[in-house]
């Protein structure tokens, strides 16, 4: 194997013992398989606790500490101008300037408390080539991996929790993706095969693919397989597009390989990787063509400390939803309400889309009066929920609950008016939907036509 990064050649450290931990190196029995998916996840050493951080950040913070502090000093006197009675334009001009500057200030520190958090991903993506050179040498295949990127940044926490994902995508390229020598020149390829490994920023999102030139998936084999294996009924699968099938390998069960070994994961399959990535608030996409290579796409937020949210009401109490999971906003009419199959449905642009009631799903009393309607899409499921009204957007910083934590709230936060805000877990919420869900407008019913 030839490790290439940044798109120049590196030499391959001489001797390199096999990184496959002692306990993996004979199969494991199927009925183990579950037991090899939680090693997987949970390997490795402890979470470090420790981080090293660039002087230039802590000096930057400092900085900042220190001009807020003078800020401070400065609002304590306007402070005392304003409680002996002098309250001039002049005096009101200097408060409402220190007020903005603080906000600034404070603005301006949280991003630089936040920039000590972010580390290089080349912390993850050093540890690959011994892993990738080891597997190639034991499939006997010829393999390049490309890093690229290796400069950019991502939350020390994300970077922890990344390491089995990744491990299992280059493991998983090299052993399914990518060809043998003869197979590769038989296709007419060139004999060495090559895997890219590369991570990039857009925007307020890192981007990292997994992609190599091999023999790429075939959706109607991935359609048989799916059907074999019981996950999809025949009728479900006919529907699916190439798109549709290729996402199939995420179901649990899927596997293409009838044994368990130490490759690719010790049997872990896809959708433990695509799990890992959900709880990062991660989304993960694939495009594969036939004879040409597979491009396994993962988008994550920087960082995990900040979420962007979607506040909404129902009654008195604000609750929020993670922005990247709201499509759009809808006004809910009663008239727009269709039952299929005694269930609540609207039709949105053509498609068909379940409606749910907020307050049916956390057990309160259904309000009389307007409501509104957020669609929530995520890789599993699309739905409407309906609330009672919607206040904006904004980036929260998440409180946890722990054992006090109710079902379907993955934590708290503050709004600017001082009120606790519950962060819904839509997946959570999602998992045993009671009837009252499904009640809404329930005393207009009226049927929606299906087709034959």
Known sequence: LRVVSGGKPEVAPAAAAPSVPKEAAAPAPKSQAAAAAAAVINSGVARET??????????QVLTLSGEIGLTKNRLNCLRTDLVHGKNDDGTLRALDDAVSQLDLLVSSLQNAVMKTRMQPISRLFQKYPRIARDLARQLGKDVDLVLSGEETEIDKTMLEDLNDPLVHLVRNAIDHGVEGPEERQRGGKAVRAQVHLSARQEGDHIVIEIADDGRGMSPETIRQKAVEKGLISPEAAAELDDRGCLNLIFLPGFSTKNVISDVSGRGVGMDVVKTNIQKLNGQI???????????????????LAILPVLLMRLGEQPFAVPLTLVREILKVEPKEIQQVGGKPMMIVRGEVIPVLSLAG????QEQPGAKVGVLIQSAE?????????????????????????????????MSAEGEIVLILDVKEL????????????ADEPKQLAMAA
Do not use: C, H
């Not at 420790?50 to 000096?59: F, G, H, Q, V, W």
């Open 50 to 59: 420790t981080i090293r951080i660039d002087t230039e950040r802590l000096d």
């Open 285 to 303: 996409d694939i495009e594969s063509n036939v004879g040409k290579g597979t491009v396994i796409a993962i988008g994550l937020p920087l960082t």
């Open 361 to 364: 799903l956390i057990g309160w």
């Open 381 to 413: 499921t699309q739905f409407i929920l309906v609330v009672d009204s919607f206040t904006g957007r904004d980036d929260v910083v998440i409180k946890s609950l722990d054992a006090f934590r109710p079902k379907g709230v993955a934590g708290v936060t």
């Open 430 to 441: 999602l998992s045993q939907p009671s009837e009252q869900a499904y009640t809404l407008f």
